[in-house]
C-alpha cells in the first residue's frame, strides 16, 4: 500500500481538528474576531476564492466517492468564507456563533471527507 494514497484522509483529518479547535475557541470565549477588522473579509474572500478555484479547477475523477469529495471540498470553503464574510455585517451580538459556524462547517466535511477519503480509498 502507497503511504501518499492516505493522504486524503489526513488532510480531512487535520480539517476535522481545525474546525473542532475553532468550534471550542469560539464557544469559550478565547478567540473573538473583532467586529469592525478586516480579516473577517480578507479571510472570507479567500476561502470563498479558493473554494471557487477548487471547483473550476477539480480533477476529473472518476469514482463517485472522488467526485463527492471533490465537490465537498469545494463547497465547504465557499460555505465557511460566506459566513466570514457575514461577521462584519452580521447584527449580532457574539460573532462568535458565527465563528463557531464556521467551525462547525469545517468539522462536518471533515467527518463526511474522511467517510468519503476512506471509501475512495478501497476502490
Excluded: C, Y
Aim: hydrophobic residues 60%; without cysteine; aromatic residues 8%.
Amino acid at each position: 500500500m502507497n503511504p501518499a494514497r492516505f493522504l486524503p484522509i489526513l488532510t480531512e483529518l487535520f480539517v476535522l481538528v481545525l474546525g473542532l479547535l475553532l468550534v471550542f475557541l469560539a464557544l469559550s470565549g478565547r478567540f473573538v474576531m473583532p467586529r469592525g477588522h478586516a480579516l473577517s473579509t480578507i479571510l472570507g474572500a479567500l476561502l470563498v476564492i479558493w473554494g471557487l478555484r477548487s471547483w473550476v479547477r477539480r480533477k476529473r475523477a472518476t469514482n463517485v466517492s472522488s467526485r463527492l469529495l471533490q465537490w465537498l471540498r469545494s463547497v465547504s470553503l465557499v460555505v465557511a468564507g460566506a459566513v466570514l464574510f457575514w461577521v462584519l455585517w452580521a447584527p449580532l451580538d457574539k460573532p462568535q456563533i458565527l465563528l463557531a459556524t464556521v467551525g462547525a462547517v469545517l468539522a462536518v466535511r471533515g467527518i463526511l471527507g474522511v467517510g468519503l477519503a476512506a471509501v475512495a480509498l478501497r476502490q
